[in-house]
């Protein structure tokens, strides 16, 4: 609509006027992902998105995702100067996994290399020895497991359990979940399935246990994206945040994706296949941010940045 446009059009003199450029999650709105392309900034998953940032050479970054997002690129280009639509778009993950007790939880198992996913606080990646995003995490594990290297995992049991199930790692497990992926349904993904037969199922690893088992394809937002363009199947039945439709459907407009059940008959689910968080980012926070920095703009403390950079530095090499 009309206010829309104005936003847009306001929104893309800002980042050049600002020489900013807007980086988005696969899981925020699609006029965000839209805008982001059209701006020349990118869409992506979390571990392209860091990577994207700190390779960009515009001064300002917008990160439009949760606030993890926003204090990785900071703690990978300080110098520059990251903004977020809003500091209150957080992640169940990060909000379950407070440093205070991780560190109890580290210091109880000194023989355990730590190995934490992206999803946290920049206090806890200083503690990790390796961060790892969904896309890289089994290569890790796997290639820590080869190094006869016990492991502490946090914070997603799910995420956790799927790459012990794989690798037959050794992992202790910190007790974390994603609102959004631990709502997704076995026995009604099972009625779904029979539903549509000829569908592939594409799961996001945060799901549980059992989803996991009904899936054709496992992987990070963009490694799902990638099996929706290589699975022969015209029908897809994705868990995962809906917001990864817009590029499911951008890279494959003859296929059809459907959202995996949240809820069996009757039941509700907090957070339907929509992460609360990632859909704060509206284009009028975005152009606020732009205007006024004052409360969003994402700061670390540096004697932390020193230790959380030493380990995202690993995972970007291990991935590069
Ligand atoms: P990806 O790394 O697969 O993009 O997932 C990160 C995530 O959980 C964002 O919510
Ligand atoms: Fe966190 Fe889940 Fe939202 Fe991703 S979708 S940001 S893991 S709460």
Known sequence: DAEKDQYKAKIKQLLKDKNAVLVAHYYTDPEIQALAE????????????????????????????????????????????????????????????????????????????????????????????????????????????????????????????????????????????????????????????????????????????SVIDLADAVGSTSQLIKAAQELDNNKFIVATDRGIFYKMQQLCPEKEFFEAPTAGEGATCKSCAHCPWMAMNGLKAIHDALIDPTGREIFVDMDLRDGALKSLNRMLDFSA
């Not at 690129?73 to 100067?81: D, N, S």
């Not at 999803?119 to 995003?133: F, L, M």
């Open 38 to 209: 059209e701006t020349g900034g990118c869409v992506a998953d979390s571990l392209e998105m860091a990577r994207f940032g700190n390779q960009h050479p515009a001064d300002t970054l917008i990160v439009a995702g949760v606030k993890f997002m926003g204090e990785t690129a900071k703690v990978l280009t300080p110098e520059k100067t990251v903004l977020m639509p809003t500091l209150e778009a957080t992640c169940s993950l990060d909000l379950g996994c407070p440093i205070k007790e991780f560190n109890e939880f580290c210091d109880k198992h000194p023989d355990r290399t730590v190995v934490v996913y992206a999803n946290t606080s920049t206090e806890v990646k200083a503690r990790a020895d390796w961060i790892v995003t969904s896309s890289c995490a089994l290569e890790i594990v796997e290639h820590l497991d080869e190094q006869g290297e016990k492991i502490l995992w946090g914070p997603d049991k799910h995420l956790g359990a799927y790459i012990e199930k794989q690798t037959g790692a050794d992992m202790l497990m910190w007790d974390g979940a994603c609102i959004v992926h631990d709502e997704f349904k076995t026995k009604a993904l099972v009625d779904m399935k029979a539903l549509h037969p000829d569908a592939a199922v594409l799961v996001h690893p945060e799901s549980p246990a």
